[in-house]
């Protein structure tokens, strides 16, 4: 129950935004209430008499209306969740079906919700009573011809014209009544505080509802017999408590009946419900993974991290050395802190549904401010690395997509993309290893690097963005491994392990290659063919040893076309890198390589480059 206590706490903090619309942000709902899309509003005046009508389109032409479509209407328990042949009525806006005489008893059931509501002494109002009046007089359909919204066929029956691809009769109506303080019936924040209240009252009067403990608030109410659906848009069917099996008895063995497994206040729970569906439709709060959603929150609104983008958010600052990444790094965490003191709670959740009908809650963690910052803290001062110079901590996401899927095409600007299942998975046991303090996974780690070391499988841009992802991620998990910071950034050249060694070789091979090949015909870095280090990286990594003699066997012949300093510097550091391999035991030589072989791989090649800049910088 914790998620549930953490939603009805957070609830009583934002309670007085409770059926505020905001352009560009989904509603918190009032209780007995859902968000529903609307086809067609109808005006009437106090005295019941029709106005006008339109139609409404998914998106407001109007840049001072925040939505058209999506309308909060009052609900009962029944209808809230309705399916199957007979559907509950709702008690005011609700589809055309239930709004005109017709031969099942929707419209005498609507009627009758409608006018016990209106006839209330103490939560009754004058817009009931004016819509109720109008209804009564069964010229809605004629109303509604005239506006050209319907039509009519030579039976004199409604047309199959949709109303923007909606069946007439399926078009959900709502009411404005004018000459009111609130003419909207889905703004008036009165109206829905009346409905709310009249009906806990019928639920009171009536037998079949159960009065007990709430296992949330710890107080006596009117148990929910179902719970609504919808916490997530994309799994809108589904329900997070339901116990309808009584066939095949999900509860045998340990309760008698669903009440003595999960009791839950209706009121206490239909807080929860909208507090949850208002933070999953948030985007400071809430990102999703295919259709996995997480939730971060703190309970009185104050802003926390996101992890679905950069945590510097949306500033296009370039960072070039470490010190001012980590100085950049703890000025955002301090400007999050002073919103969000050290004894705050931030509550973190993620939810998806595992059939139709049933929505899990896959993760959930709470934490104080003071161990959530830490927490980020030290992720992002351990994974990071040079992305085209510029020093970035990777996304999650694109860890995932680089560790496990595949380029799709083989141009220019082909995407790397991978599975829906694979993608929510593991960036779950990513989140899990963030905001827990927890080594990452070995499996990933061994996938970026096969994706790594292959370079003929990729185009030039999304080859760089995996080897800049795979070094992020290798070198936290040897510094994590280690306790301390082993690794860094720049090329060490006493680091004597094989690995790196190697990688530091490879990077000198393809560079030498690349250099003869602009010397020889005078290419540009567009035009440069596959090198050898591409051709034999796969056989290089298995066998090192083998590959480099491989290698530089074959790089014999291009030294010749190098100037005589180029090439002694070449072959200078060639012998200097295998003298230092040659210092290694030799049962270990020819054995496939570590990890880290990248870390030495990038070092290497990222040195030659700057230096040939730096020399050109002394030339002029």
Known sequence: MS??????????????????????????????????????????????????????????????????????????????????????????SDKLDYLIPTENNKHQEYMNL??????SSEYGDIKLSAIKKYLDGETIVKDLVREQLLELDKNNKIADKKINGVEPLQCMVRWRVLGTDVEECWRDKQLFQKWASYYDTQMQ?????????????????????????GIVNMQANAKLISSNDT????????????????????????KVFVILQWLANNSETSFCVSDRTFLCWNPKGKPVPKFNKSIFGDKKKTIFVPSDYRKELNNTLAGFKNDLPNEEDVIIAAFDAATTGRLSLVYYN????????????????????????????????????????VQRGNDDNSKVEVDDKLLKQHMQRLFKCLIEK???????????????????????????????????????????????????????????????????????????????MKSRY????????????????????????????NINGALRPYLKYLPDTRKNFYLGLIGEIMGKIGETADKIRNKSLEPC????????????????????????
């Open 205 to 229: 009067n009536n037998e079949k509802f159960i009065m007990d403990l709430c296992m949330i608030s710890g107080e006596q109410e009117i148990l929910a017999p179902m719970v609504p659906k």
């Open 522 to 549: 005078g290419y540009t870095d567009n035009d440069i063919r596959e090198t050898h280090a591409d051709k034999l990286w796969n056989f290089y990594c298995a066998k090192p040893e083998s590959g480099a003699a």
């Open 247 to 270: 066939a095949n008895f999900v509860f045998r063995g340990r309760f008698t009946d669903a009440e003595q497994a999960s009791s839950v206040g209706y009121s206490t729970f239909q």
């Open 114 to 119: 409608l006018a016990n509501w209106e006839a």
């Open 366 to 405: 709470e934490l104080k401010a003071s161990d959530f910052f830490e927490r980020i803290n030290s992720w992002y001062n351990s994974c990071y690395w040079y992305f085209y110079q510029n020093i970035q901590s990777p996304l999650l996401y694109d860890i995932v997509r680089f560790a496990f899927g």
């Open 3 to 92: 998620l549930f206590n953490k939603a009805y706490e957070t609830y009583g903090y934002h309670k007085s935004l409770v059926g505020m619309i905001e352009a560009g942000k989904s509603p918190l709902l009032p209780i007995s209430h859902i968000l529903k899309n609307v086809q067609i509003e109808a005006s009437i005046n106090l005295n019941g008499e029709f106005v006008s009508a339109r139609a409404l389109d998914k998106k407001s032409k109007d840049p001072n209306v925040p939505f058209e479509q999506p309308t909060i209407i009052p609900v009962t328990i029944e209808s809230g969740s309705r399916s199957g042949k007979n559907p509950a009525a709702h008690p005011l």
């Open 597 to 620: 072989y990248l870390m030495g791989y990038y070092d290497q090649r990222n040195d030659l480059y700057i230096s040939k800049k730096d020399k050109q910088e002394e030339d002029k």
């Open 438 to 516: 927890l080594p990452i996974p070995y499996d990933i780690v061994m996938a970026l690097t096969a994706k790594a070391s292959m370079p003929k499988s990729y185009n030039k841009k999304n080859r760089e963005k995996i080897l800049s992802v795979a070094c992020a991620v290798i070198r936290k998990y040897y510094n994590d491994k280690a306790q301390k910071e082993e690794w860094n950034m720049s090329l060490d050249k006493n680091k004597l392990n094989r690995d790196y060694l190697y990688g530091r070789l490879l990077a000198v091979f393809e560079k030498l290659e690349i250099d003869a």
